[in-house]
């Protein structure tokens, strides 16, 4: 099984409900950080880094003695990462999500692929847990294909939980896609529903059963019970407005040891979980 | 010749955009037949990367041979040298103005960019 949790605002507790629900499995899992920008489950499930591996995309190096000018590279690019406008190509790396296709279109075979380092993936092993952390590089602007490379270590037979980043755009499709189930996790504020409307609207798009888990119920209003309400959306869990909740992350600790009567909120979420992705555990 | 100004308007009226690679919209005017033409940018303007690469594309393609807008990074700057676009920077308030002042050669052209990359 493969469980992602999202949601469209960010600082509404992804992470706090990944971690959480990884330990409260209780049994082998495997827990991906796709949040490579800001990467932090790795702050509650202290463990020294086990492997480390840099990660590298191809990216295109033009041969200008080769080189026409014809312009097609240019012409395929979606990203605008190789410009040619009658003259030589100018290439743009930090632009380029490594797809190769600039090199397939050239016509003379001027182009090469040479790697270009955009971050790395570090190992951890936390009890159960096996967390894989991707971490961009400072000044690197592609997250994608970084979280790709992430998500292409998920073991096979072992269950998962991917930690996505905010938002609803290519990095957090890129982490999520694929998953049997996709928990979002939202506030009850008007910010918390606005974006909560967004994600829900995008992983309708994907096609994925998906549910919300509410934290720091209590707190606001009730616009977001409402919409799940009418939008036909299961409230899987509601983690309260608890103040010793936000001491303990604070600290860097689980919720489900610092304060072991939530032990059983998570437990109960993580079974309900494996039931709704329809896949047996293990 | 043609001459591109960055601006948020449709007429020689509209104000001069100080931004390029954000810009609204680029107006092409072309001086021997005094024509305007006028490029959509709207993709850029919401673009989260690349906005000054992909707009100076879009330059280079309009055929014009001088940019006249408020600001060009280091990128959009590479692109529009290499396609031999000359920018001018220019603080008008109005595309008219700023095609004035081109044309009275009172503003001085860019050698590189002057400011730097924004993501």
Redo the contacts between chains.
Sequence with gaps: MILAIASGKGGTGKTTVAVNLARAFAQKLQLLDCDVEEPNSHLFLPAEISGEEAVSILVPEVDESLCDGCGEC?HFCA???I?S????P?V?AE?CHGCGGCMLVCPKKAIREIPRRIGIIEKRKSGEIVLLTGRLDVGQ?MAPPLIREVRRRLLPGMPAILDAPPGT?CPVIVSIRGADFILLVTEPTPFGLHDLKIAVDMVRELGIPFGVLVNRAGSGDDRVHGFCREAHVPIMAEVPDDRRIAEAYSRGQLIVEALPEYFELFAGLAEKLLKNSGVDRG | MKIVFSTSGNDLNAPLDSRFGRAAKFLIYDLDEKKIEIIDNQQNLNAAQGAGIQSAETIARSGAKVLVSGHCGPNAFRVLAAAGIKVYSCDAATVADALEQFKAGKLKEAVGADVQGHW
């Design positions: 240019g990203y605008h990462a410009i406008t009658g003259a030589k100018l743009f632009m602007a755009s």
